[in-house]
């Protein structure tokens, strides 16, 4: 991954798994990334981080601290923040969603849930009331505290919230976190985008260099949609607990879970170089 002219090759695209709130491992994952990819061409990468950057972890203020910092520390790479799942329902507990376009109220949105409202014991303090669902249930404190089909407790509710509230010096389920979070977190929030697409992105093959249309989302693409109808497309997502690469079509990137043994991954184009955080990298010389 260096010794090239990067005048003569493909821009590098990163794209970096699910964090869920582990800063460490999130610095170890860089570290590596800027070790092992020539200074020239990681410079000037493109990085996209697919989402879930909260819960679960002990970290999430200081990987929000940490992903806010990179544009002034690299300002010729451009770095794009998907919102994952997680994402979505932190913001909608701070209050940074936009209203629904068709001047409903997020309280509309409860109704075909509800039945799983004492279950998952949905949030009803300060501010409940005009308060997307996956807020509610974000900053909820769910009764049953296994979570079978993952094979872990849950901390705190459905979404494994309560180290994020940590993180930012409040309890678990306090309305207090909405003025604990600094303004540039805010920020953050408000500005994640769902999908992220590229015309032409190139991708190492045994028939050499190829060009795809590139669509970067967390999860998923909706199903009935005719992206991929238009020219070659490779669809890059986290959120799904593994490593996934189905040939040139589908990438997903998630080995991580949330857990805290398992590593953060991230793949880099044009090689699809796999690159952990638990990577031993000896800088070569």
């Known amino acids: 991954m260096s010794n090239s002219d990067p005048s003569t090759n493909p821009r590098t695209v990163v794209y970096i798994g699910d964090i869920h709130g582990y800063i460490l491992k999130l610095q170890k994952l860089w570290t590596n990334l800027e070790t092992l990819i020539d200074p020239s061409h990681f410079n000037t990468a493109l990085v996209i981080f697919l989402g879930d950057y909260c819960d679960r972890g002990p970290d999430t203020r200081q990987v929000i601290d940490f992903l806010i910092s990179l544009p002034k520390k690299y300002t010729e790479q451009k770095h794009v923040y998907l919102s994952g799942n997680h994402d979505l329902a932190f913001s909608a507990f701070v209050g940074v969603l936009p209203k629904p376009s068709d001047g409903s109220e997020f309280k509309e949105g409860w109704k075909e849930y509800e039945h799983n409202e004492e279950r998952e014991g949905w949030f009803n303090g300060d501010g409940y009331e005009s308060m997307h669902l996956q807020g509610r249930r974000w900053a909820g404190d769910i009764k049953d505290r296994f979570n079978v089909a993952k094979g872990f407790e849950y901390k ?57 249309k590139l669509i970067a989302v967390h999860a998923s693409l909706e199903k009935g949609k005719n992206e991929l109808t238009e020219k070659p497309t490779i669809i890059v997502s986290g959120n799904h607990g593994k490593l996934h690469i189905d040939g040139l079509i589908r990438l ?5 879970r949330g857990l805290p043994n398992n590593p953060v991954a991230a793949i880099v184009l044009p090689s699809k170089k796999i690159v952990r955080d638990t990577d031993n990298v000896v800088k070569e010389l």
Do not use: C
Request: proline residues 5%.
């Open 156 to 212: 705190g509710s459905i979404y494994d919230a309560a180290p994020t509230f940590h993180s930012y010096g409040v309890p678990h389920g306090s309305a207090d976190l909405v003025k604990a979070i600094p303004d540039d977190h805010k920020k953050f929030l408000a500005n994640m985008v769902w999908i992220h697409e590229e015309d032409d992105v190139s991708i190492e093959t045994e028939d050499g260099i190829k060009h795809y």
């Open 252 to 256: 997903i990137i998630d080995e991580g």
